[in-house]
Structures are given as structure tokens and as C-alpha cells.
């Protein structure tokens, strides 16, 4: 088990250097007892991974009884462990409109800038922490295609036209800043347009800028690639890429059961319906992880090497959030870095790409 001694580098137009990879955390409280939560933070710090994400609607699958219960984990480590969290380059979400939780906001489908004020003062409070690195919007006020939403509805967001405007949201973002509860601010499950809208805003009227986008992208979900990317490029905002493992479908697991048999192996999608109703359990999204997995076999790496590999090593991609329920997994997560792809290895990942195009949308 060795330490990962890796460059870090500045996110987006910031000075916050982060490292390539980042601990998530929405299995803490779950999946993950609290104890080996706070196992798997050591173990991570231990290894040179010092950079986590977590949001106040985690755990996941997300339900009232424990909603923000991640955060309090987390939390409760840094208290436990006094001088840590000065280690740690730590970043939250608020939740966008409430998408049916009706624990979140009382439901509500709009988020004021009172409410995201007040959203950062209880992260704050839970994370037991005076600051938090990189504050982020967890989804859009807006209707947008995320969440396995295939595409942009009208008629759908016109019930959101009342909803806080970007210009707001940003005051209310700045403000945290100026009051150094907030170093920096970012983005989750954003469009080209939003980027643009965010960023173009900030510019205009001297608001905080955002240095980051949190989006899906991984092997079976590649929308990044479909015109964010160039805006993420040219207006030098970073890539923070979530589910690199497609919930499991790219660590070769669930091939040859599935994930609806009685025989399939304990893991995210297996273990929860909901889940399986969601776009990683679409079977479009299996197929096309079966393909990529055999791939990796047939050129000796693990399904789950090649699957981080390729977002490791990727230009658009800032830092890679991984997600774990053991020590296991982690440091097989962790030793997958310096995994390199051939050219040929990459072509044939593009080849697959054209036959089956983002089934996990």
C-alpha cells in the first residue's frame, strides 16, 4: 500500500489545488456504518487522497431518515480527530428543487437565496468546519436533461420561470464567499448553458466565478463530451467527474447476473430498486459495460482499472470522484492510478461508443 504523491493542480481559474482524485462520500451512513467511514477517511488521508465531496441530501439512495446524515459523519470525524480537517479540501452541495423529497425544503421546487444561505450555515455546523473549500449547486433550478431526463422540456420548465434566477443565486453564493464561509463555488449536473449563464453573470456584475462543474462521466455516460466540454475548456472551468464506475456496471460485477437476479453479487444497484430504476440500470447501460469490461479483460486489466484509467488520465477531468463501501475497494480504486491506455486500447472505447452511445444518460 503506497502513497499517492501526485502534482496537484488549481481548479478552474482558482488557486485551490486539489488532487486528481477525490474521496465521495454518499455511501457514508448507508452502505457505510459510521466507523468505517471514518476508516475509509484515514485510509484515504493515509494514501495521499486529500480531497472529498459530500452534499447535504447524502446518503443515497436519499430518503428523510437520512438526509444530511453523510455530512454529521463526516463531521464527527473532524471532531474526533482534532487538527485533520486543516488536511482536507472539503466540498459540499445544496440541494437544487426538491424533486419529489418532500423532506428537502418542504419539497419545494425552488431554492431562495435565504434558503442557500441557510443550507451552507447548517453544512457548516454538520461538517463541524469554519469554511467550506468548494461550495456547489447539487442540480439546476432550471428543467434540464440530468438524472436520466433524455431532453430539454419547455412546457416543463416553464413551471420553474419563477424560480431564483442564476443572477440571484450568484449574489447569495458571493456572499458566502465575502463572508469566508465559502472559499470557492461550483456547479452539479450543469449544461453548456448554464456554464455559460454562471460564468458570463459573474463577469459582468463582479460576483464570485464558479471553478467547477460536477457531472457523470464514465464509460457508459459520456454527455460531457457532447459540447460542455469545449465551454468547460474555454471558459477554464474543471471537471470534477462523478460515477466513473457507473454504479458498479464498470467493475465487471454484475456481467454475467445482471442486476435484477437473486444470484447478483451485493452492491448499489443490486440492493436497491430504486436504483435499478434510475439510468444506470437501464439494460442499454449494462450491455454497453459488458462490452467495455470484456475489453479491459481481453488487454489484462481489471474492468475497473480500465474504467478509472481512462478518467484519470483524461484531459477534460480535474479530479475523478470515487465512491467506496470498504478498504478494499479504495485501494483498489487508489492503485488504479498510473494505469496508462494505449492508443489502440482508446480507439477500440471509441469504437464501442459509436455502436452503444451514452445508454446511462
Not at 485510509?43 to 444530511?68: H, I, N, Q, W
Not at 449563464?197 to 462543474?213: D, M, N, Y
Not at 459495460?289 to 477534460?316: E, F, I, V
Request: net charge neutral; hydrophobic share 40%; aromatic share 8%.
Amino acid at each position: 500500500m503506497q502513497s499517492l504523491h501526485i502534482t496537484k493542480k488549481p481548479l478552474g481559474q482558482s488557486d485551490l489545488l486539489v488532487h486528481p482524485i477525490c474521496l465521495g462520500t454518499m455511501t457514508f451512513g448507508e452502505q457505510v456504518n459510521e466507523a468505517d467511514a471514518h476508516r475509509i477517511m484515514a485510509r484515504s488521508l493515509e494514501r495521499g487522497v486529500d480531497f472529498m465531496d459530500t452534499a447535504e441530501m447524502y446518503s443515497v439512495p436519499t430518503k428523510a431518515e437520512t438526509f444530511t446524515l453523510t455530512e454529521q459523519i463526516i463531521g464527527r470525524y473532524f471532531a474526533a480527530n482534532p487538527g485533520v480537517r486543516q488536511k482536507w479540501t472539503v466540498a459540499t452541495k445544496v440541494a437544487g428543487p426538491a424533486r419529489g423529497m418532500d423532506w428537502v425544503r418542504a419539497g419545494s421546487i425552488n431554492v431562495t437565496p435565504a434558503q442557500m444561505t441557510q443550507a451552507c450555515e447548517d453544512s457548516l455546523k454538520r461538517l463541524q468546519t469554519d469554511v467550506i473549500d468548494l461550495y456547489q449547486i447539487h442540480w439546476p433550478l432550471r428543467h434540464v436533461m440530468a438524472f436520466g431526463i433524455p431532453y430539454f422540456d419547455p412546457e416543463q420548465d416553464k413551471a420553474r420561470s419563477d424560480n431564483t434566477p442564476i443572477h440571484e443565486q450568484l449574489v447569495a453564493l458571493d456572499k458566502l464567499v465575502k463572508a469566508g464561509k465559502v472559499r470557492h463555488i461550483g456547479l452539479s449536473n450543469e449544461t453548456p448553458y448554464g456554464v455559460m449563464e454562471f460564468t458570463r453573470l459573474a463577469e459582468q456584475h463582479g460576483l464570485a466565478r464558479i471553478v467547477s462543474v460536477q457531472n457523470p462521466y464514465c464509460l457508459v455516460n459520456r454527455t460531457v463530451d457532447n459540447g460542455l466540454d469545449e465551454v468547460l475548456y474555454r471558459q477554464n472551468v474543471g471537471l470534477l467527474a462523478y460515477s466513473p464506475l457507473a454504479f458498479g456496471l464498470l467493475t465487471g460485477k454484475y456481467d454475467a447476473t445482471g442486476i435484477h437476479s437473486a444470484d447478483a453479487p451485493k452492491g448499489r444497484m443490486s440492493g436497491y430498486d430504486s436504483m435499478k430504476k434510475q439510468r444506470w440500470g437501464r439494460p442499454e447501460a449494462l450491455d454497453a459495460a459488458r462490452k467495455y469490461n470484456a475489453l479491459a479483460q481481453a488487454n489484462g486489466m481489471s474492468p475497473t482499472q480500465m474504467a478509472l484509467a481512462w478518467c484519470y488520465n483524461h484531459w477534460k477531468v480535474a479530479s475523478t470522484i470515487i465512491g467506496v463501501t470498504s478498504l478494499a475497494q479504495l485501494d483498489e480504486c487508489l492503485d488504479a492510478w498510473g494505469t496508462v491506455l494505449s492508443k489502440e486500447v482508446l480507439a477500440e472505447i471509441d469504437k464501442i461508443r459509436w455502436e452503444i452511445r451514452d445508454p446511462a444518460l
